[in-house]
């Protein structure tokens, strides 16, 4: 039903489909983790408004959103990490005011190949040993992650530059935001990596935990030791709810323009729309939703930025209802 429907929206996108001239489009742009959450945010907000506000859905990666957030060319960047302090002065010099929302948790999910026997679980030493920029060229084979590893090549896949999954996992595991080897598969675009993962015995990588769990049985996930002498622990809803999941657990993010919401009612309504039909669809997209009492506060706080109240019937629930979501 999801493809059928993102089918249907799409054709209504290039092909007109009957939309109503007096239609407005709001613009959402920004990370691949938040993609499949945002892209089922916006489709159910269109199933909803009939057809009378378009929601487009960007993928350009965490930094490449907020390039175009902070030229003001979207209303919406959504991030897999904090807005970094460049980004928040170019904003600022360009008259760019926001409000940041958490939407939801993510655990950055390291993965091998389900025929890789030898590696279980691996600690953040090890894998600053492998991810360092004195790593490239230099540690390129299992056993010197581990002597008891096979003496075989490792093949590196992960995030691209532009997404905010590189530069957190960067600083949780190197200890510093952008410092990487360089020697491996970059890409914004998680599905390719998931991909080459799937199809070599040597590679590792890393990717959003919905990536992985949409695609379990083409993966193995390694279990996380935050120290070399602690407990592994396996990436799931559980442990990053109870905060074991360390350090690679973190949230995604909205950042909405404010200016434009003050203008731009069908905005704010988006927004409202996105915060109480947010848990339901977050279990959709195998994201990990954040307490119920986070998403009554993001409302509150929302509206006391923009200073508006819920301005259509759409969205007219108090915030400390349970968001629910029609039936499909």
């Known amino acids: ?26 613009r959402v742009d920004g990370s691949s983790t938040a993609y499949p959450l945002m892209e089922a945010v916006a489709e159910e907000y269109m199933r909803a408004q009939s057809g009378h506000v ?11 959103g907020f390039k175009k957030f902070c030229r003001g060319e979207t209303d919406v960047a959504a991030a897999s990490r904090p807005i970094a302090k460049e980004e928040a002065d170019r904003c600022a010099a360009a008259g760019v005011r926001y409000v940041e929302l958490p939407l939801a948790y993510d ?11 030898w590696v279980h679980d691996l600690s953040i030493e090890q894998l600053r040993l492998l991810w360092a920029p004195q790593a490239q060229g230099v540690v390129v084979r299992w056993n010197q992650l581990d ?9 590196l896949f992960g995030a691209g530059a532009d997404s905010g999954t590189f530069d957190y996992f960067t600083e949780a595991v190197v200890g510093r935001a952008r410092s990487s080897r360089g020697d491996y598969t970059a890409s914004e675009d998680d599905n390719l990596l998931v991909t080459g993962v799937a199809g070599d015995q040597g590679a590792l990588g890393f990717f959003g935990f919905a990536y992985y769990e949409e695609n379990a049985s083409r993966l193995k996930a390694l279990g996380i030791r935050a120290h070399s002498e602690s407990a592994p622990v396996q990436p799931s809803r559980e442990a990053v709810m109870q905060g ?17 919401a003050q203008e731009r009612p069908e905005l704010v309504d988006w927004v409202h729309f996105a915060l109480l039909h947010a848990q339901p669809l977050i279990d959709e997209v195998r994201n990990i939703p954040l307490d119920a009492m986070a ?18 019937a759409l969205t007219d629930v108090r915030p400390d209802q349970s968001p629910s979501r029609d039936a499909k």
């Open 1 to 26: 039903m999801r493809s059928a429907l993102h089918a249907l929206c799409l054709s209504c996108l290039l092909g007109g489909c009957g939309t109503p001239p007096q239609s407005t489009v709001i």
């Open 54 to 64: 378009r929601v487009t859905v960007g993928v350009s990666g965490t930094g490449g």
């Open 107 to 117: 655990a950055i999910t390291v993965v091998v190949n389900p025929q890789n026997t």
């Open 147 to 155: 002597p008891r590893f096979p003496d075989q090549p490792i093949h």
């Open 244 to 260: 074991k999941y360390q350090p690679l657990s973190r949230k995604l993010l909205l950042y909405v323009n404010t200016l434009h």
């Open 295 to 312: 998403y009554q506060q993001a409302y509150r706080h929302f509206d006391s930025e923009v200073q508006r109240r819920p301005l259509t």
